[in-house]
């Protein structure tokens, strides 16, 4: 499974950007596919910012994003969305997308399988 991430880029704090992955190769092994994103800020591990189950019915959410990002999907295009509104400083990161093969939903970081490269959000003050 191939991992697409795009949408990131430049935006002032209160501004909105929507992130889209898109997921190629899936196959009949891949049962889980509970999928999610992540952030990486400079110095710091990779974080959880928002989860969905595979039937996407279930998501959960960052406390520090609650409110502001929302995660979906749609199947038939093969593309998760994170649209992410309000944002702040604190959000600028790297965000992956990445998917379980496995796990029809996880928030556990050991548990993604596949993991797109990233694309780069950056919120000025």
């Known amino acids: 499974v191939q991992l697409q991430a795009s949408g990131g880029g430049l935006v002032q704090a209160g501004g909105s950007l929507t992130l889209s992955c898109a997921a190629s190769g899936r196959t009949s092994d891949d049962y889980g596919f509970g999928m999610g994103w992540f952030h990486q800020a400079p110095g710091n591990e990779h974080e959880i910012v928002a989860a969905?189950?595979?039937?996407?019915?279930?998501?959960v959410y960052a406390d520090s994003v609650k409110g502001r990002f929302t995660i979906s999907r749609d199947d038939a295009k093969n593309t998760m969305y994170l649209v992410m509104a309000s944002l702040k400083p604190e959000d600028t990161a790297v965000y992956y997308c990445?998917?379980?093969?496995?796990?029809?939903?996880?928030?556990?970081?050991?548990?993604?399988?596949?993991w797109g490269l990233g694309t780069l959000v950056t919120v000025s003050s």
């Open positions: 969905i189950s595979r039937s996407g019915r279930t998501t």
């Open positions: 990445a998917a379980s093969r496995y796990v029809e939903f996880t928030t556990v970081k050991n548990e993604f399988h596949y």
